[in-house]
Nanobody, 130 residues
Framework: VQLQASGGGLVQAGGSLTLSCAVS????????LGWFRQAPGKDREFVGI??????????ADSVKDRFSIFRDNTKATTTVNLLMNSLKPEDTAIYFC??????????????????????WGPGTLVTVSS
C-alpha cells in the first residue's frame, strides 16, 4: 500500500487546514487509516483513525472536537482527509497517514501505537503561528 499525504502549510492560530491522504496499491484491502504527527524533538503521536468507510472514527484527546477524519468520495483515487479546526501553535508538526493492520477501529482503553500500522507515507508539515 502506498500513501501520500498533502495539504500542509502555514496557518495562523485559530485557523483551519485540511490534509489529504491518497491511498493506492495492489495490497490495499480496506483496512483502517490513521493519522499521526511528530513535533520537533518529540515522539510521533497518534492523532486519529477511521475505518475504510469513514463510519467509525476515533481521536486523541488533544484534538478531539477540533479535528475530524472523513473519506473524500469526490476524488478519483481513494482519499481520506483530516480536517483541522481551531488550530493551536502546539499542533505544529509533520503529519503522517498510515495504513492499519486491521479493519476495525478499536475503542475504549486501547492505545494506538505505530506498531498497529503497516505502511506509512511521507509526512506533510503543518506550521501554526501564534
Amino acid at each position: 500500500v502506498q500513501l501520500q499525504a498533502s495539504g500542509g502549510g502555514l496557518v495562523q492560530a485559530g485557523g483551519s487546514l485540511t490534509l489529504s491522504c491518497a491511498v493506492s496499491g495492489p495490497s490495499f484491502d480496506g483496512n483502517a487509516l490513521g493519522w499521526f504527527r511528530q513535533a520537533p524533538g518529540k515522539d510521533r503521536e497518534f492523532v486519529g483513525i477511521t475505518n475504510w468507510r469513514g463510519l467509525s472514527t476515533r481521536y486523541a484527546d488533544s484534538v478531539k472536537d477540533r479535528f475530524s477524519i472523513f473519506r473524500d468520495n469526490t476524488k478519483a483515487t481513494t482519499t481520506v482527509n483530516l480536517l483541522m479546526n481551531s488550530l493551536k501553535p502546539e499542533d505544529t508538526a509533520i503529519y503522517f497517514c498510515a495504513y492499519a493492520r486491521q479493519r476495525a477501529v478499536y475503542y475504549s482503553d486501547y492505545v494506538y501505537s505505530q506498531s498497529d500500522f503497516t505502511s506509512w507515507g511521507p509526512g506533510t508539515l503543518v506550521t501554526v503561528s501564534s
